[in-house]
């Protein structure tokens, strides 16, 4: 994402305007309680935990109702149709936030970034102060507040300028037991791959399998740039199909990319709603399930460099895919009605954008087929 992309989704402070997955991951611009709560929570507590959500929820507009008090156990569980945003942890001219003030229209909130640790393949997370929390307690709070509602949330590894590299079976492994470790102290339902500078598709699957070992429930996205997908044979899509048993999204980067071939073999300008189609079209035809492909945008034009849409661009696309109407030029010779959704650099850029993201596009998630 765009870390300090200039418009993409990630983005650091003196990286432009732009940061995150493409702004973001591909463009642009990183102890506590256990990550779930434990079993033998009271029934009382488990009440309180999802009544404390259910009022964020509904604070903050959350189309979902919240999860039961059993449910609140356990990692939020996707819905059919999700939507996915990334949040930063650093101030890059967007609106910064708590987490507890992203628009409840999000089901999956990826928070951006972890970054390179000491050893090979491992990484780490450290609240950056600019976002304004007090202590980490406040943030494992929020976090809990955000899935006793219904939302999974997820930690990002990488973005534009992210260094992590798992490249051999000990970086593997230090990847796995980071991650895990990360899970543990903060609460994070699982993690996002984001990684715009190289991946190995053999030791990223282990290390993907290895946490999917510890934790059976992990949620687990990504984001790869357009050119890392198109193809079967790319590192990101046979890592992506490497672990398709556990895989909950794809969410490419449909922007900061350039023009790119489609599935029936044409060149698409990035920014238009057939290049979101013919894109996606090439993932749901090389092996992944429907519902394992979302469509990634910019939430503004300021949060990437190129490539952002309207939200009206983005439900036209949806539908096409999932109902074939109002396509553009390319129509798909079949629908894809389990297509899990879309995903958006950033919740921070979309709330500098008044929501219209997260009010439109995922009004319009939550209403496919």
Request: aromatic share 6%; hydrophobic share 40%.
């Amino acid at each position: 994402m765009v870390r300090a992309r200039s418009g993409r989704p990630k983005t650091r402070p003196g990286n432009g305007p732009n940061t995150g997955p493409n702004a973001g991951p591909e463009n642009g611009p990183s102890t506590g309680l256990p990550a779930r709560l434990l079993a033998g929570l009271t029934a009382a507590v488990l009440t309180t935990a999802a009544l404390v959500g259910a009022s964020t929820a509904q604070a903050a507009g959350t189309h979902r109702p919240a999860r039961s008090a059993a449910a609140a156990t356990t990692a939020a569980a996707v819905p059919r149709h999700a939507v996915t945003g990334y949040w930063q942890n650093f101030d890059n001219g967007a609106t910064v936030q708590k987490l507890k003030d992203v628009d409840g229209a999000y089901d999956i909130i990826a928070v951006s970034f972890a970054e390179a640790a000491g050893q090979p393949g491992a990484v780490t997370f450290r609240l950056d102060p600019a976002v304004g929390y007090g202590s980490t307690d406040e943030f494992k709070a929020d976090i809990k507040a955000k899935q006793a509602a219904g939302t999974s949330v997820i930690l990002s590894v990488g973005g534009e300028r992210g260094a992590v590299s798992v490249s051999d079976a000990a970086s593997a492994r230090n990847f796995t037991d980071s991650v895990s470790g990360l899970m543990d102290t903060y609460g994070f339902d699982g993690v996002d791959i984001d990684l715009e500078n190289g991946l190995h598709a053999t030791y990223m699957t282990q290390a993907l399998k290895a946490l999917h070992d510890r934790h059976g429930d992990v949620v687990v996205t990504m984001a790869p740039q357009t050119i890392d997908m198109q193809s079967p044979q790319n590192e990101y899509f046979k890592t992506a199909l490497g672990i398709k048993g556990f895989l909950t999204a794809v969410n490419m980067q449909y922007y900061n990319s350039g023009s790119m071939n489609g599935c029936d073999g044409k060149v698409y300008a990035q920014g238009t709603v057939d290049f979101l189609t013919a894109l996606a079209c090439i993932q749901l035809e090389g092996g992944l399930d429907p519902s394992q492909v979302g469509i990634g945008v910019p939430a503004s034009a300021r949060a990437a460099g190129g490539g952002y849409v309207a939200p009206s661009v983005v439900n036209a696309a949806l539908d096409c895919l999932t109902r074939g109407s109002n396509c553009g030029s390319f129509k798909p010779s079949r629908t894809y009605p389990g297509l899990r959704g879309a995903m958006t650099w950033s919740t921070n850029w979309d709330a500098a954008n008044g929501n219209a993201f997260a009010t439109q596009v995922g009004a319009h998630v939550h209403g496919l087929p």
